[in-house]
């Protein structure tokens, strides 16, 4: 058995296997640098506002929604565009949540939300998907840029600051409340809600 592992291991270390091994290895490198380039380049491509209000259903709606609040236009004059909310800046949760919206884009194509009587018909669902990934991960979306340590409660209505500021002092102890609690339609109008009354 010896005898053969070491006929293999002369015929592994021949020259010219090992220059046919570092040739496949550089080919495997150069291959990886432009997969992993292409990839993230794809990646911020669909981050950017044009890309995210280019097809209809979405700058006939919640575009024209987001346009009038204040994550558009602000006395500070900060806009936070669809994936400063809607896309995690992490490498690996941001890749999950392309892989959700290829879903989305499914459905454009599928034509299941290709007028707005057919988005407005999705949006309960549509939101509360968002609510719900939302709730899931602390706001994380909301974190990256308001943080409790940078906000002014002097210059918050008192309803506010009634609520905000124990939460950022440690008094309150929480009951799993986040952001997205107490924040929904912030930036896009209110899904309507059927009653049953």
């Given at each position: 058995?010896?005898?053969?592992?070491?006929?293999?291991?002369?015929?592994?270390?021949?020259?010219?296997?090992?220059?046919?091994?570092?040739?496949?290895?550089?080919?495997?490198?150069?291959?990886?640098?432009?997969?992993?380039?292409?990839?993230?380049?794809?990646?911020?491509?669909?981050?950017?506002?044009?890309?995210?209000v280019s097809c209809h259903e979405?700058?006939?709606?919640?575009?024209?929604?987001?346009?009038?609040?204040?994550?558009?236009?602000?006395?500070?004059?900060?806009?936070?565009?669809?994936?400063?909310?809607?896309?995690?800046?992490?490498?690996?949760?941001?890749?999950?949540?392309?892989?959700?919206?290829?879903?989305?884009?499914?459905?454009?194509?599928?034509?299941?939300?290709?007028?707005?009587?057919?988005?407005?018909?999705?949006?309960?669902?549509?939101?509360?998907?968002?609510?719900?990934?939302?709730?899931?991960?602390?706001?994380?979306?909301?974190?990256?840029?308001?943080?409790?340590?940078?906000?002014?409660?002097?210059?918050?209505?008192?309803?506010?600051?009634?609520?905000?500021?124990?939460?950022?002092?440690?008094?309150?102890?929480?009951?799993?409340?986040?952001?997205?609690?107490?924040?929904?339609?912030?930036?896009?109008?209110?899904?309507?809600?059927?009653?049953?009354?």
């Amino acid at each position: 058995m010896f005898k053969w592992i070491g006929k293999l291991w002369r015929w592994y270390a021949r020259p010219s296997i090992q220059i046919g091994q570092g040739v496949l290895l550089s080919i495997g490198l150069v291959a990886g640098i432009i997969f992993w380039g292409g990839l993230n380049t794809g990646m911020e491509a669909t981050n950017s506002l044009a890309f995210c209000v280019s097809c209809h259903e979405m700058r006939d709606t919640v575009y024209v929604e987001y346009k009038e609040s204040s994550h558009y236009r602000n006395a500070s004059g900060v806009r936070a565009i669809c994936s400063d909310c809607h896309v995690p800046h992490e490498w690996g949760p941001k890749v999950v949540r392309k892989i959700q919206a290829s879903g989305e884009l499914w459905g454009k194509l599928t034509g299941v939300i290709d007028t707005p009587e057919k988005f407005e018909a999705k949006r309960l669902e549509l939101a509360t998907h968002v609510w719900e990934t939302m709730k899931a991960n602390d706001s994380r979306e909301c974190r990256n840029c308001h943080s409790f340590e940078a906000m002014d409660f002097e210059h918050q209505s008192s309803r506010a600051r009634d609520k905000m500021e124990p939460v950022a002092t440690g008094e309150y102890l929480g009951d799993g409340s986040t952001c997205i609690d107490c924040h929904k339609g912030i930036a896009h109008k209110l899904p309507h809600v059927p009653r049953d009354d």
